[in-house]
């Protein structure tokens, strides 16, 4: 028989509660910011990276991001139809993570981005098109700055 006599395990819960809700919210404040890079993207062209034309929204719509803990979705912002499918079933597929998941959920995301690749030969200006490349570097600016990386 044992027993807390000090209370320890409710104060040790209570820290790691305390732990997880601030990874959490750093984490949330991040892929807000993404989410505007991710929303705002036009016309801009850095580091070879080059904006897309998103005739039907669609593209934008589907890009987002999920706040995981140890495998479970704790927030999303952004992400609306095949994004938000497709970012659960990414959370589904790592069930020991942590961290923040930048999606764009339409099925011809990849395309679009390397479209705009040296691998694709219509491309003249071999610049890829920008579909997660600078909201992922805002987001691994962020999380160093935060101590997360």
């Known amino acids: 028989m ?5 209370g320890l395990s409710k104060a040790f819960e209570k820290v790691q509660q305390q732990r997880k809700d601030d990874i959490v919210e750093t984490l949330h404040f991040i892929g ?12 801009v062209e850095r580091l070879g990276v080059k904006a897309y034309e998103d005739d ?13 803990y140890e495998g479970k ?3 999303m912002g952004g ?3 095949q994004g938000k499918a497709y970012a659960k079933q990414v959370v589904s597929e790592n069930p020991n993570v942590t961290g923040l998941i930048l999606v764009a959920g339409m099925e011809y995301a990849s395309y679009v981005l390397n479209a705009g690749s040296n691998n694709y030969p219509k491309n003249e200006n071999k610049a890829s ?5 600078s909201a992922s570097i805002l987001a691994e600016e962020l999380l160093k700055k935060h101590g997360l990386l």
Do not use: F, P
Not at 2 to 6: A, R
Not at 32 to 43: A, T
Not at 56 to 68: F, I, M, N, Q
């Open 2 to 6: 044992s027993k807390d006599v000090l």
């Open 129 to 133: 098109y920008d579909v997660l490349v």
């Open 79 to 81: 992400l609306s139809g």
């Open 56 to 68: 039907t929204g669609a593209l934008r719509d589907s890009s987002g991001y999920v706040v995981v």
């Open 73 to 75: 979705a704790e927030q």
């Open 32 to 43: 807000l910011q993404c989410l505007e890079k991710l929303k705002l993207r036009k016309g």
